[in-house]
């Protein structure tokens, strides 16, 4: 079982998170309904440890707080994003969920650093687009995303990607 914690948007966002998703053909565009912003990638799990997994995260305690997205960035490795600017509360409540992770002998969490952004789309490197005209329409966004819970979430690679399911949910307090 292929595991990783995130952050959903509210449902009445998606209309603007969903104009957001489109507008360069050469682009893949994400799902709005699977946009994401990944806390903690678990990766490969036995299916025996979801339940003490999501205990575990059960144990975080988190207060209510805003994330804002003001830019549009690319990964060289062919991600359109929408970025987010840095926030304690963010950053606290991702690093609770890896220091209770590692308690886990069968989870190996990498060590990489923490670049909290939505994936809009993707693209194949050698054929990068031209996004000049996109990255201008969207200079002037800045969306306010409120964040009450955060969601143990599933994941199956398919041949026309992956697909997500929310195993549990949690809510601030």
């Known amino acids: 079982m292929r595991l990783f914690t995130a952050i959903e948007p509210p449902v009445q966002l998606l209309p603007q998170l969903t104009k957001l998703c489109q507008g360069v053909p050469s682009i893949r565009w994400s799902d709005p309904n699977q946009l994401h912003l990944t806390l903690v990638f678990i990766g490969e799990v036995p299916d025996t440890q979801l339940k003490p997994i999501s205990e575990a995260l059960g144990q975080i305690e988190f207060a209510t707080f805003e994330l804002r997205c003001r830019r549009i960035g690319l990964f060289r490795s062919g991600s359109l994003w929408l970025g987010v600017e840095p926030c304690q509360p963010l950053q606290q409540l991702q690093q609770k969920q890896q220091r209770i992770l590692q308690r886990f002998p069968s989870i190996r969490i990498r060590s990489r650093r923490f670049l909290p952004h939505w994936t809009l789309g ?6 990068r687009p031209d996004l000049s005209s996109y990255i201008e329409r969207n200079q002037d966004l ?32």
């Open 122 to 127: 993707r693209f194949r490197r050698q054929q």
């Open 142 to 173: 800045d969306i306010n995303i409120p964040v009450d819970r955060y969601i143990l979430k599933s994941s199956r690679l398919l041949e026309q990607g992956a697909q997500h399911r929310s195993e549990y949910e949690y809510l601030a307090e």
